[in-house]
Each structure stands twice: as structure tokens, then as C-alpha cells.
């Protein structure tokens, strides 16, 4: 995985490119127009979110539900928004593009919503303990869909159904090598989340800090060091007197 990773780091970092692009986009939005959060995240789930605010805890409905129900329930969500992510890169790329510019405009708008509030602090402890992985993994999932889609759109010297398979099949790994993260980060939600706002603030920012960079070194620095170890000449030992 590494280094396919390693290989495919460019479409990584477009994704993250479009990825930040997108959210930014919804945050621009949501800054312009009152009722862009309404349009995005409904009614029902902003006052939801303004009756929790007044409460005194922004992220409480993060805490509804078991812990159990609430794990099992998050996890299977996410990685069905991750697969179908990469299924919709057979698409040309496009449907992982509307995927990823549905879930950005959501993100981004959500947290400048918070920012209006007064409350992006406690927002950001109590979503990004668990949306840390979550979303750094739906962000390689669509990695993963734009190189299924470039398979098609750019076959170079083989067959476009030999170049698809191969997408196929680089995708499929690089899927596969998320469900850890997402399975992680919806542990992390269902269990730790909950008692965001009374666990103190170092604790929070050290789960937040410790999850990204798990997951940033697994994808955006190990690949590199597994490519200088295979590409590093072998040092042949001195000869025996």
C-alpha cells in the first residue's frame, strides 16, 4: 500500500486540493446567505443545532444513542459514503466529484455555521475527535475514485479495458486500506466524542492531533520512506582479510 500510495500520490493531493477548494466554498456560502445552512443541512437539524447551542453543548447530537448502536450505525454510513465514492469514479471521475462537493459544501458550511455561533471551539473538539480520520479517509476514498475514473479517461499505451482494471484494482486496495480509519474513527465517535465537553482541552487536542497524525503519516510521508528504502543502493560489505 505504500507504495501505491507512492505512486498515486498525485491524485492524493488533488483530492485534498479539490477537497479544501470545496469546503472552502461552502464556508464562502454559508458567509453570503443567511439560509445557505438551512438549504444544505435542513431545518430540522439547524434548530436542532440552535436548541443545543442555547443548551450549552453544541455537539450534543453526537450523543444521542448507545454507544454501540451509535458506532455500528456511524461506521456502516461512512463506508458506504466511501465506496460509493469510488464506485461513482467509473463515471470519468465525475460522480466522486459530486460526492466529494456534497459532503465539502456540508463540512464547510457546518463549521462556519458553529463560527457564527460563537462556538467553532467547542465545535471543532467535539467534531474533529472522531472527523479527523473520517474525513482524511473519505478524502483518500475519493482519491481512489478519481484514479478509477482516469483509468478510463487515460488508458496511455494499454487497452482502455486493461487500463480500467488496473484502476479497478489500485482503487479497490486503496479503498480497502481506509476501512481501518473508518472503522477507528467510528469508535472514536460513538464512545469518545460523547464526553467531549467535559474532557479537558488538552485531552481533546491531543486525540485530535494523535488520530491526524496517524493517518497523514500512513498516507502522506511513509510512502516516501518506503521508496527511498527500495531505491537506496545496497552497500556491499568490505571484503574479508
Known sequence: ????????????????????????IGAISAANDGEFVRSVLGDNYVNMSLENIEAGDPVAVYKSGSN??????????????????FVLGVFLGIGTLYIMFNNCIMLGSFQY??????????????????????IFAIVIECAAGLIL?????????????????????????ILISTFPFTFAAGFLEGFITRYSNIMPHWLSVGIILITLSIIS????????????????????SPPHT
Open 68 to 85: 454501540w448502536g451509535s458506532f455500528i450505525g456511524i461506521t456502516i454510513n461512512n463506508l458506504r459514503v466511501g465506496i460509493i465514492a
Open 149 to 173: 475514473g482516469a483509468s478510463i479517461l487515460f488508458p496511455a499505451t494499454h487497452s482502455r479495458y486493461t487500463s480500467f482494471k488496473m484502476g479497478a484494482k489500485t482503487g479497490i486496495k
Open 1 to 24: 500500500m505504500p507504495l501505491i500510495c507512492y505512486q498515486y500520490r498525485k491524485f492524493i493531493y488533488i483530492a485534498f486540493i479539490i477537497f479544501s477548494a470545496f469546503t472552502f
Open 113 to 134: 455555521f458553529f463560527y457564527e455561533k460563537g462556538v467553532f471551539w467547542e465545535s471543532v473538539r467535539g467534531i474533529w475527535i472522531h472527523g479527523a480520520m473520517e
Open 217 to 236: 503519516y500512513y498516507y502522506l510521508i511513509y510512502p516516501f520512506k518506503v521508496q527511498k528504502q527500495i531505491t537506496q543502493p545496497q552497500r556491499l
